[in-house]
């Protein structure tokens, strides 16, 4: 057998309920992730995307399988495992300065060296004015940087998105899905993102993952076999229309077989 | 423009009084009753009373609030907690708790303790409610959202469930004001020497409608302020709701 790879999941299944009433999320999921790749999830809506994600993040158990991180199985959540969902990752009673700064001041980081890191993050998603704001105050684009600030202050070795630009106008989706690639290429974090969102997962992932309708198996996994610029206008390139429409094809199919 | 409904009710209250309408046997004009409440005032001998009052309510909702929230969270996260407690509040619930006094008097005397007591009860019941309904609210991805930035397990109750629960805390406590002043001035009826519900109690025993009307409204507009006065407090030390009114 080869190496572990850093981020593996084996014979993974998850059914919510008992008996009758049980709902199969998932099933006979395996799917090897290297380290620093940027790996895209798209499906149709209810397919278990989302479920994938808890499951890597700890914060729901597997019914059958295994999630592993660098071989050791994953059993609650941690730090080492940021996300950013599409709402309700921010704590409404906390300032922006203070959402930011949590994880520090979980880890008990002292207050000035605290400050400076958060003034980093502040910088790097382009916030500067409003660390004293509370996020209802926010508009929802400028809520998700806030959301990302925070994750990538806990200095996660992997990044869980789900689907976080979800509830974004198109503008301002294209404008973050820029600052989260640059964060990825800087940093080079391992991602894992779900997203409904075709166009979004191609420009978005160097792996792309589609999963069929309910339960939710992996039915191909396609590697991008060519770079997304920041800012790139990849509706003018050809690579990128033709991989678009494979992508979207095959989640369509299974948008017809969700719909029965 | 909000007065206004009002205004017009001591209108034709007066109105009604100075045409005739209204004998003093059924209801003393305004005008007595707010001369009645001057005289109170210039005299200074409803302040006694007020502090009296005020030092028995506080002391039962200070302790009824602490209790509800600490019950109501523990309810929402520990279910031995909640199966012992439900039921015991379910029945409490609609018992008017006026009606425990005389128990409550048997129990601690029939001075301050007992009252105290009893407007404690009374303020803990919907204390507990919204605590509990507020903690069991809390979305489950704030939750996770918490544990992924390193909140351990047994940190969660202070650090995400209780600031998640206050809105819905704050509007309990906002209930159990009112109720405080409700249940104090009913236990000053039964067995008191001091206080406003003692004092409206022997003002009407002896007929003075006019006196026994007067500290009423004097009541009623100290509370009215209370609860206009936790309401700018709210907004200024929860800015980060978004208050429904």
């Not at chain 2, 004998?23 to 005008?31: E, G, K, N, T, Y």
């Amino acid at each position: 057998m080869a190496a572990a790879a850093y981020l593996e999941m084996r014979g993974v299944a998850m059914r919510f309920g008992d008996g009758a009433q049980a709902v199969s999320a998932l099933d006979s999921i395996d799917l090897s992730i290297a380290e620093h790749e940027f790996v895209t999830i798209v499906g149709p809506s209810g397919c278990g995307k989302s479920t994938l994600l808890y499951l890597v993040g700890g914060f729901l158990r597997p019914t059958a399988g295994g999630v592993y991180l660098r071989g050791r199985g994953i059993d609650k959540p941690g730090p080492d495992r940021g996300i950013v969902f599409q709402r309700y990752s921010l704590f409404p009673w906390l300032t922006v300065r203070k959402n930011i700064g949590y994880g520090l001041e979980e880890k008990g980081v002292a207050r000035v060296e605290r400050d400076r890191i958060v003034g980093e993050y502040v910088r790097l998603v382009h916030l500067e004015g409003f660390e004293d704001r509370y996020p209802r105050e926010l508009s929802g684009g400028m809520q998700q940087r806030v959301a990302l600030a925070q994750t990538l202050a806990c200095q996660p070795d992997i990044l869980l998105m789900d689907e976080p630009f979800g509830a974004l106008d198109a503008q301002t989706r294209r404008i973050l899905q820029d600052e989260v690639r640059r964060i990825w290429r800087r940093d080079t974090k391992t991602v894992l993102f779900v997203t409904h969102d075709v166009e979004e997962a191609v420009a978005l992932g160097t792996r792309i993952v589609v999963m069929s309708a309910r339960p939710g198996r992996i039915k191909e996994v396609v590697t991008r076999g060519f770079d997304v610029a920041d800012g790139e206008e990849f509706e003018a390139n050809p690579a990128f229309a033709a991989l678009k429409l494979h992508i979207w094809r095959s989640v369509k199919e299974e948008v017809k077989a969700a719909r029965g | 423009m909000k007065m206004l409904p009002l205004a017009l009710l001591v209108g034709a209250w007066q109105a009604a009084a100075s045409a005739g309408l209204l004998p003093a046997s059924v209801l003393p004009s305004f005008w007595e009753v707010a001369a009645s409440l001057g005289g109170m005032l210039r005299s200074g001998e409803i302040l006694p009373h007020t502090a009296a009052s005020f030092g028995r309510a506080g002391a039962g909702f200070a302790l009824g609030v602490a209790g509800g929230v600490v019950l109501g969270l523990l309810m929402a996260r520990v279910r031995a907690v909640e199966r012992a407690i439900e039921p015991i509040l379910l029945l409490i619930y609609p018992v008017p708790k006026p009606a425990l006094i005389p128990l409550f008097m048997v129990w601690l005397g029939i001075g301050d303790f007992s009252k105290i007591a009893v407007i404690a009860l009374a303020c803990l019941v919907p204390v507990v409610i919204a605590a509990y309904n507020g903690a069991r609210s809390v979305d489950d991805m704030l939750i996770w959202s918490a544990r992924a930035r390193g909140t351990a397990q047994g940190r969660l109750l202070w650090r995400v469930v209780l600031p998640s629960a206050l809105p819905q805390i704050a509007a309990g406590v906002r209930t159990a004001i009112a109720v405080a002043i409700i249940v104090l001035v009913s236990s000053e009826f039964i067995s008191a020497e001091t206080g406003l519900g003692y004092l409206i109690f022997s003002y009407g025993g002896v007929g003075a409608d006019d006196a026994m009307l007067a500290v009423v409204i004097y009541l009623a507009v100290l509370g009215y302020a209370l609860d206009r006065a936790y309401l700018a407090g709210l907004r200024r030390l929860m800015s980060w709701h978004a208050f429904a009114h």
